[in-house]
């Protein structure tokens, strides 16, 4: 699970680390363009105003381009003349600088081959679209080509086109411009660099916000798993995660609640399954063991001790003239007569010894890890203890004796043979006269 959430969180942190990278390379590539764009016009804009500046000054001066040219060429005209094309409140020279050519400028004589440095700028053509400079790709008196017609800017004077340049497509950048646009360069990737940075230390957080909360609910779930019911997650935000997380603490809540009901009934089950056990191993007038528990589980106490090699003793004793009690006293003075000798079995003997109603007015002891000679000690305590005892509460005139039959285990190879070896001892005490303990064949 811990393996999934790394995964999770490098998986977002990734994304958006791509994603803030390809975002700012997209605008910075953008914004760059339409900068440089712009800057391009700018200039271009800036050359056009002093072309159309510079030719018509330089018409004006001589009355027509045929005239001028014959007096001087429009070259050396703004050679002479810096003051047209000047940049007010500029340290550059004028067009020539402008152009970027002011060097070469100083250095080639030829006209057309200084032009044709200008020409990187713009080509000049007179009103009738003939070019008046030998500049390729316009050779001297070459009407303009169709798909530059609608790109030709007049020269007015006094309202009137004297002639149209042309703007080339390539715009020359002074060194100043270039350094402008290095410096606009510089700014936009640095810009990009710290926006990417904040892009992504903001973005990582919100991931490893949303992986932790993510986190969270596993957790809660994990708890669930292991049985923790009653899971509360913190549900900040109303967000997908929040919802989830208010869906999340309903569910544990209600599974809780069912969990809870469950584990009562399950409880209540069990309790019942219990005391159902128990009652059947029970005998509901005296509350002594019955003769199903002596089956079950006597049988299985005295394997154990056959198993061990221990002493086991076993006695079964009988009330005696118990008809009479009941034909005399009532049914009910012999129940009651049932439950008092139940009473002292039970105060006669250990824990660790069972006793049980076996029968009618029969019960059986079993003396496990007890000798015989221990076992008929007891037996005896139980006889005196049951002749002795105040019967006057139950009613004045009884008298109840005991006639007990005991067996110890020697090589017998079962409970109920043990228990019937007793039997024929009691049969014997019966015989005897009764209210004896026979431990004898
Ligand atoms: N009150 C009462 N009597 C019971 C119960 N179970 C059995 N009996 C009676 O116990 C009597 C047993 O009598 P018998 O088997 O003849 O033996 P006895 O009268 O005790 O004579 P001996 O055993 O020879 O001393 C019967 O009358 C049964 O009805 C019981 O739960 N309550």
């Known amino acids: 699970m811990q393996v999934n959430a790394i995964s999770l969180k490098i998986r977002l942190i990734l994304s958006m680390v791509l994603l803030s990278i390809f975002s700012i390379a997209t ?5 760059h363009a339409q900068l440089i764009k712009r800057f391009d016009e700018g200039i271009a804009n800036d050359v056009a105003m002093h072309i159309n500046k510079g030719v018509s000054t330089y018409i004006a001066t001589y009355g027509s381009w045929e005239e001028a040219e014959k007096k001087e060429s429009l070259f050396h005209f703004l050679e002479k003349h810096p003051e047209i094309t000047h940049k007010p409140h500029s340290d550059e020279e004028g067009l020539f600088h402008l152009l970027g050519s002011n060097t070469l400028s100083k250095e080639i004589d030829d006209t057309d081959h200084k032009l ?21 790709p316009y050779r001297r008196g070459f009407t303009v080509l169709d798909e530059d017609r609608n790109s030709l800017k007049p020269i007015l004077m006094n309202g009137k086109v004297v002639a149209y340049f042309l703007m080339a497509k390539n715009i020359i950048h002074s ?8 410096l606009i360069r510089n700014s936009l990737i640095t810009g990009s660099i710290v926006a990417a940075l904040m892009a992504l230390v903001v973005g990582s957080l919100m991931s490893l916000r949303l992986v932790r909360r993510l986190e969270q609910l596993t957790e809660a779930v994990n708890a669930i798993d292991t049985g923790q019911m009653n899971q509360f997650v913190e549900h900040a935000g109303n967000d997908e995660i929040g919802k989830l997380a208010q869906a999340f603490n309903r569910m544990s809540e209600r599974l809780y609640l069912a969990d809870k009901h ?3 009934s399950h409880q209540q089950i069990e309790e019942q399954a219990k005391l159902l056990k128990e009652q059947s191993f029970r005998d509901p007038l005296t509350r002594l063991y019955n003769r199903r528990y002596i089956d079950q589980t006597g049988t299985k106490t005295f394997e154990h001790a056959v198993r061990l090699n221990q002493p086991f003793s076993a006695m079964i004793g009988d009330i005696d003239f118990f008809k009479s009690i009941n034909d005399r006293f009532s049914h009910a003075i012999g129940d009651l007569v049932l439950q008092e000798v139940a009473t002292i079995l039970l105060q006669q003997t250990r824990t660790t010894d069972i006793v049980a109603r076996y029968g009618g007015e029969e019960f059986v002891i079993l003396f496990p890890e007890v ?7 007891c037996c005896e305590q139980i006889r005196l203890a049951i002749t002795q005892h105040n019967w006057q509460p139950i009613h004045p005139e009884l008298q109840v004796s005991i006639s007990i039959g005991l067996a110890e285990h020697t090589e017998e190879n079962s409970l109920s043979t043990l228990i019937r070896h007793a039997d024929l001892r009691l049969y014997k005490a019966k015989s005897n006269g009764r209210n004896q303990v026979v431990s004898l064949d």
Do not use: T
């Not at 440095?117 to 008046?132: A, K, T, V, W, Y």
């Not at 060194?175 to 290095?182: E, G, R, S």
């Not at 000798?371 to 000690?377: E, N, P």
């Open 175 to 182: 060194p100043v411009d270039d350094a402008y646009a290095a």
């Open 371 to 377: 000798a015989i000679s221990k076992a008929a000690f």
């Open 262 to 264: 469950l584990r009562e």
């Open 27 to 31: 605008v910075g590539w953008f914004a």
């Open 116 to 136: 044709s440095m200008l020409s990187m700028q713009f080509h000049l053509f007179d009103p009738q679209f003939r070019s008046l400079v030998d500049l390729p």
